[in-house]
């Protein structure tokens, strides 16, 4: 292992590459591409480098700012508002549940954590089955995920887990349920376990160190700090005619007076499952299931916390190794929700406003942080019939927020979450367990454990709710009537416009979601780059 670390993106960049920072621009900016990308995150990635390696003249846009290995320094207070929409504060509309959600080159998966499933068989099937996604099998779907993994390092995590996670595996091994190791994107890892706030040692083989260079060696051209306004439609020819925006200030946040205009061949929008239908929305481009914004899912999280005997050091070492899909095949893939149980790591700033508790009585906790440990429930929301979603909405300035109604059969996973987490942290040496909940208490026994939980009320901003899973908005189907765009996420009315992020999921997915928004993406620009091939 080498002690001197090689910033790619400042190499390519004094090699020439073609980025443009939206901040220091000084007059309008009017440009033309074959294919403009409306976001640079797991989508926008991918589409990015197979477009360019088409011969394609490509464009990508990205609201936040170009960081790299050099500006990560392990620190929230930097990482937060440079990396995070919102500052990492983004919520839905009643703050029930925190979103975090990635705002820089690279987007989410600069940030993520890098746990890599794919696309659940049983999610495919009822795709198939209640949303007419034929082609979409495992069988069919299996070559897309071979090339991503390969691309992109996806593989086995060789290491043992770190103690964080080894609880959730010690618990599920004392009860029988069943358990596996993550499969992790990364290359060299050092172990670190700071993941959220960008990868210091580039080993995390995000957008930002991968299909992004390789998308600017073809020649593409990145613009930063750019948001875009609206997307312009001639309605005629049922094109998409022109992208405008605004450019943004250092801050990437307020425009800096400076407009943006694209002309291009073709549209591909990867804003993310907020932000895409967000600008569809602004466009006043209707479609006609009416479903753009509409059923919208998050894997909504539930988290319990416990207090173990021995040192844990949740800060420490690869953030996710350990899950258990154990109560996701406990009932029907319509019936009551279920669940994934998977472990976050624990970082002062995030936690101290997630844990309940204020003042004293959360010093006291973070007094004994080394010992402190989480367990998280992801809830596979879109399946059952009370289980639509939310809403994307727009806001009186055009920004986007998310309506997500807390409703019986989410409020019902929530619990049961809470005391299948209690149970397998007592199982694994728990002393104390503590749901995240306003009026929860420490419990050192199962049973009072069990009672407290029963009892606590399930409202908004008491349960402590968050998600970095945003899917869905623009769902893909066989028929125009019920969805917005084709199973190669072509607009069903604007005939140059794709979209290639996690909106296309017409429910959530069930798992941890960028390896399949990859191989999504990049089935849909190999279909794209055909389609511009023979009209060259």
């Excluded at 993520?112 to 198939?128: I, K, Q, V, Y």
């Amino acid at each position: 292992m080498s002690d001197k670390i090689v910033d790619p993106i400042l190499q390519g960049i004094a090699g020439g590459w073609k980025v443009i920072d939206g901040a220091a621009q000084r007059e309008d900016l009017k440009l033309e591409a074959d294919v403009v990308i409306i976001g640079s995150g797991a989508g926008g990635g991918i589409a990015a480098e197979m477009l360019s390696q088409a011969g394609l003249d490509v464009l990508i846009l990205e609201e936040g700012g170009l960081y790299s290995s050099t500006d990560f320094r392990l620190s929230e207070a930097k990482a937060y508002p440079q990396l995070y929409q919102e500052s990492a504060a983004r919520q839905t509309v009643d703050k029930g549940i925190s979103i975090l959600q990635g705002r820089a080159v690279g987007g989410g998966t600069t940030v993520n954590w890098t746990s890599s499933f794919r696309t659940p068989g049983d999610t495919l099937r009822w795709w198939r089955d209640q949303h007419g996604l034929t082609a979409l099998s495992e069988e069919a779907m299996r070559p897309w995920f071979d090339k991503v993994e390969q691309r992109l390092g996806i593989g086995p995590w060789e290491g043992e887990p770190n103690a964080n996670n080894q609880v959730l595996e010690r618990g599920c091994l004392a009860l029988g349920l069943r358990h596996a190791r993550i499969r992790r994107n990364v290359r060299g890892c050092w172990n670190l376990g700071y993941c959220g706030m960008g990868c210091p040692t580039n080993a995390k083989q995000s957008m930002l160190v991968t299909c992004i260079p390789a998308a600017l060696d073809k020649g593409a051209r990145l613009l930063t700090r750019a948001r875009v306004d609206r997307l312009q439609p001639d309605q005629a020819q049922g094109r998409i005619a022109e992208v405008r925006g605004s450019l943004l200030s250092a801050d990437g946040v307020t425009p800096s007076g400076r407009a943006l205009s694209v002309r291009a061949r073709h549209v591909v929008l990867a804003a993310g499952a907020i932000g895409t239908p967000a600008i569809m929305l602004r466009s006043g481009l209707a479609d006609p299931s009416g479903l753009t914004g509409k059923r919208t899912f998050l894997h909504p999280v539930a988290l319990s916390a416990a207090l173990m005997p021995e040192r844990v050091e949740p800060y420490n070492g690869a953030p996710q190794t350990v899950y258990s899909d154990h109560y996701m095949h406990t009932q029907p893939l319509d019936g009551p929700l279920g669940f994934k149980l998977e472990v976050p790591p624990i970082h002062p700033l995030l936690a101290s406003v997630t844990f309940p508790g204020f003042g004293p009585e959360q010093a006291g906790l973070w007094r004994k942080f080394p010992h402190l440990h989480a367990t998280l429930a992801l809830l596979r929301d879109g399946f059952n019939e009370d289980s639509v979603g939310g809403e994307v909405r727009l806001r009186g300035d055009g920004s986007p927020l998310l309506d997500y109604p807390l409703n019986d059969v989410l409020w019902d996973g929530v619990r049961r979450s809470w005391l299948a987490m209690a149970e397998i942290q007592f199982a694994a040496g728990a002393k104390i367990v503590l749901p995240l909940h306003e009026q929860s208490n420490p419990a050192s026994r199962l049973g009072q454990a069990k009672a407290m939980i029963e009892a606590l009320p399930l409202q908004a901003l008491q349960a402590k709710l968050v998600s970095a899973h945003v899917m869905g908005g623009m769902a893909m189907g066989d028929d125009p009537a019920r969805s917005v765009v084709d199973d190669h996420g072509r607009h069903w009315s604007w005939r140059n416009l794709t979209v290639a992020d996690g909106s296309i999921f017409p429910t959530s997915i069930g798992a941890n979601p960028q390896l399949s928004i990859y191989a999504f993406a990049w089935r849909a620009a190999t279909a794209l780059s055909a389609q511009l091939a023979s009209r060259s």
